[in-house]
């Protein structure tokens, strides 16, 4: 009986479809669940520490102190960041993919402007937010006060308006 070659081929094309869908399921990120109130809390930190970067960035040319005072201001968020970028993570469950397109689209959003964001009220933002920098709360009020309002993919979950507020009240001080 001769051989044929036919089945070396099939073995290559077999890890070749493999190799392929491997790579395919890596591009797909798992839909994240609802966002908690405490996890909308943790975006709209994360929301009011992206636009900070991006504005420092580009009024640099206007105000000279602006970059600096983002120095300070990053300094002085790093602890609270770390757990805002941490429970954000967490929140698309460990899904590095989902969690860079996330973040992509902040600098995104924000890089291409948002209305009403300049250079004229960006002191009075980062002087605010550097005052409040060391607690979530402080952050959470900048961002509050700054009118942010995240993109909430999976939307936020339903809850119960009085549980809520008694979380939020002894949630993270």
Not at 122 to 130: G, N, P
């Amino acid at each position: 009986m001769r051989r044929t070659a036919s089945a070396p081929f099939a073995i290559a094309a077999l890890i070749l479809f493999m190799v392929e869908s491997a790579a395919d399921a890596r591009h797909y990120a798992p839909l994240p669940a609802c966002w908690s109130i405490h996890d909308i809390e943790d975006a709209k930190v994360m929301e009011l520490s992206v636009s900070l970067n991006v504005l420092s960035l580009r009024c640099r040319h206007e105000n000279a102190v602006i970059t600096d005072r983002y120095e300070r201001y990053t300094t002085d968020s790093t602890k609270v960041m770390a757990g805002v970028a941490h429970a954000i993570k967490a929140h698309f469950r460990g899904s590095n993919l989902a969690y860079d397109r996330y973040s992509i689209g902040l600098a995104n959003k924000y890089g291409a402007g948002v209305t009403g964001q300049d250079c004229k009220g960006v002191a009075t933002l980062m002087e605010s937010a550097i005052t409040n920098a060391g607690t979530l709360d402080g952050l959470s009020q900048v961002a509050e006060q700054d009118n942010i309002q995240p993109n909430l993919v999976g939307g936020a979950c339903p809850e119960h308006p009085v549980k809520a507020f008694v979380v939020r009240r002894w949630r993270r001080r």
